[in-house]
């Protein structure tokens, strides 16, 4: 324990240029390492990234994510939750091609599913 504290004296005096000897040097010595810790934590919570909304369309695309959720619910033999979805899909503004034939023919798998 003695060499323990000896070396952790040592230590201080080189890192603060003072020699503080015994259990009150080692007391100040981890304060004052509590005290960059407690720093260095406050610039690392400083710089956390704010989610703006702007960055939130990218995460997605709604038209893709209701016909996925359609598909779904028609595995799940929800096919009328699945029926107003490519509905309001077939609706949407701005829809490709692609996506209006994808939409179509879920709704035809619904309708010969019926049948």
């Not at 893709?64 to 619910?73: D, E, F, H, Q, T």
């Amino acid at each position: 324990m003695e060499s323990f504290l000896l070396n952790a004296e040592t230590e201080f005096f080189f890192l603060t240029g003072t020699y503080l000897e015994g259990f009150i040097g080692l007391v100040l010595g981890l304060t004052l390492f509590c005290l960059v810790i407690q720093a260095l934590r406050f610039e690392i919570k400083k710089n956390n990234l704010t989610i703006e909304s702007s960055n939130l369309s990218e995460v997605g695309d709604e038209i893709l994510a209701k016909i996925n959720l359609s598909r779904s619910l028609i595995e799940m033999d929800q096919k009328q939750e699945a029926t107003k979805l490519l509905t309001e899909v077939i609706k949407s503004e701005g829809l490709s091609k692609e996506n209006t034939a994808i939409a179509n023919s879920l709704l035809e798998q619904i309708s010969n599913a019926k049948s």
